[in-house]
């Protein structure tokens, strides 16, 4: 079992070192098996066209998720107040459950950075992490010392900084321990900022979610890509929109939440860890990279030499999901052992390039950029 564990480790590390420029065989680990031979005369099936992918992303993944995050968000609003008034323990159970779903909500979208989350830089402003150097903090004691009670009117809030209006900065007033949300003068500010920060909050997803449903929208965008759509000429470029955001996902999932556990180098909180949220924000994360690789489903466009890849994929997908995301197994694992930090890494990161570098390829797609800045 040792030996077996050893060997994953160093096949899915391999696999990650040389899937950007190597040619990539069956041996690139233990999940992957040589595909058998086609029949003669078989006929495969037809892969999803660009075209398909892109319907299959918006109605199936997009569209419901961010609805899903709107309709999370909208509850915040009247759990802040009701802790405020009555600060019992009921109340800041509420909340800290409409809390998490708006989290979870967040995570399954996170990696959507086009159109209606990149605008405005709604992104940061409504989910302003990482933040390594504090300013969520930095910037709430000034405004905290300020006592200006004009924040709480409509737009206030939205002319501060981008890590004054979003969740990092109401958690922080969630839990700080100190001067906790509820009635009574010391609270009584911090209340009203915790106010405006969840409307903000409401107003930001509603803003996402309009931008992506209304008429001409960003759906409208990639459904009817033409010579009179300024952003997408044809079905390859939308659908190249499309698996950009699958690989930024996984990127931003290895590079920010798993590599700081492999590299003491890097100091970086998790996402949401005064709230304990961080299991659930991997989790999430992971499961919404699932759907979006299954929806979009570029392994059918693999020739009969590199079906082995939906192999490794399959055991990729699934020591990612057995993880926690923290060294620890997550509750409905699927495999036996531990997926050690390092293999979950060296996973996330091969399987990045292999969509970047292979499927997205054998698809037709001509994804040429850096991930995590858009170039």
Known sequence: MVL???????AAFAFAVQAAGADLSP????DAVAAPAPSVGAARPEPLSHAAMVKAAITSYIIPHIDGLKAAAEQLPTAVENVCKTGTPAAQKDLDERFEKVVVAYAEVDFLRFGPMLEKGRR???????DPRGFVARQLRLLLSSKDEKIAEPGALAKQSAALQ?????????????TPLGPGEAAHYRCIVAGAIAANIVRLTNEVSDGWEKPD??????LHPGPNNDTYKNESEAAVEIVKALIVGLGLTGDLQLKPQIDPKIKLAPPYQKSDLQKAYYAASITALHQLYDTVDLESWLPPDRLWMKDWALGTWRALESSDGFGGKAAHAERDDVPTPREVFDRTNGLRNMVANRLSIAAKLTVGFNELDGD
């Open 166 to 178: 979003g969740l990092p900065a109401l958690e922080a007033l969630m839990r700080d321990k100190d």
């Open 27 to 30: 041996e690139a680990g233990d």
């Open 217 to 222: 929208g960003w759906a409208d965008k990639l």
């Open 4 to 10: 077996r564990a050893i060997f994953l480790i160093l």
């Open 124 to 130: 940061e402003q409504i989910s302003f992490w990482p």
